[in-house]
């Protein structure tokens, strides 16, 4: 089935560590996005790319990297300069470049501080 | 851990009932408006949209009406059921841009 492949599921992160979340997508979606979720809150945009090898900040970049090598796949590394890192994570793609387009969502990934 | 749902503004109704979930936005700009459901511990998924041009559009069981004037997006679910029960959030986006800002959401709650 096609769909959008998150993992893990969850993860947890010691202090000064680097951890990175693995998002791929087998439904040839040119755009790729990275939210974070906290408790009561909608969806804050936190990096996305339009085009293998490109990619943009959202609004809440700070302490975070993300690599778009290639098309099926958006890493995103939640670096030691995130302090408050603890939230759920979604990946998320659409079909183009479109803004009148659907995104569809991975199951997230749940990050905890150790 | 926790839930998605804290804090959120929360709809309860019977199994059956039909249920409006409201939103409102603030950009005049919107051009492009989706609803999405989040079950606990899961990733939203889809239900429907709708463009600025129109008012009101229908799915299985669920409608969605715009009201531009007063900026306000409702997602109408008929019958409803316990399965239904979630985080709805609405999203928005102007026209030509390519992200979406979502809304804090609201908690479904449908009791048999």
């Known amino acids: 089935d096609g769909g959008i492949t998150q993992s893990p599921k969850y993860l947890f992160r010691k202090e000064g560590q680097n951890v990175t979340l693995s998002c791929e997508q087998n439904?040839?979606?040119?755009?790729m996005y990275w939210y974070r979720q906290d408790p009561g809150q909608g969806l804050r945009l936190i990096y996305y790319?339009?085009?293998?090898?490109?990619?943009q900040k959202g609004d809440i970049a700070e302490g975070y990297s993300v690599s778009r090598e290639k098309k099926e796949s958006f890493p995103l590394t939640v670096t030691s300069a995130q302090k408050n890192p603890t939230a759920f994570y979604l990946c998320?793609?659409?079909?183009?470049?479109?803004?009148?387009?659907?995104?569809?969502f991975g199951d997230g990934t749940r990050l905890s501080i150790l | 851990g926790e839930s998605v749902g804290l804090h959120l503004p929360t709809l309860s109704v019977q199994e059956g009932d039909n249920s409006i979930i409201n939103c409102a936005y603030s950009?005049?700009?919107?051009?492009?408006f989706i609803w999405y459901k989040q079950e606990s511990g899961k990733g939203p998924q889809f239900i429907i949209d709708?463009?600025?041009?129109?008012d009101k559009r229908q799915g299985q069981r669920v409608t969605v009406l715009l009201n531009k004037t007063v900026k306000h997006l409702s997602l109408q679910i008929a019958a409803t059921q316990p399965g239904d029960s979630a985080v709805y959030f609405c999203?928005?986006?102007?026209?030509?841009?390519?992200?979406?800002?979502f809304g804090k959401g609201t908690m479904l709650l449908v009791s048999p």
């Open positions: 998320a793609s659409t079909h183009d470049r479109a803004y009148d387009q659907p995104q569809h």
């Open positions: 439904l040839n979606h040119d755009a």
């Open positions: 790319s339009q085009i293998v090898n490109d990619f």
């Open positions: 950009n005049s700009a919107s051009d492009y």
């Open positions: 709708i463009r600025s041009n129109m």
């Open positions: 999203a928005e986006t102007p026209l030509g841009y390519s992200t979406l800002t």
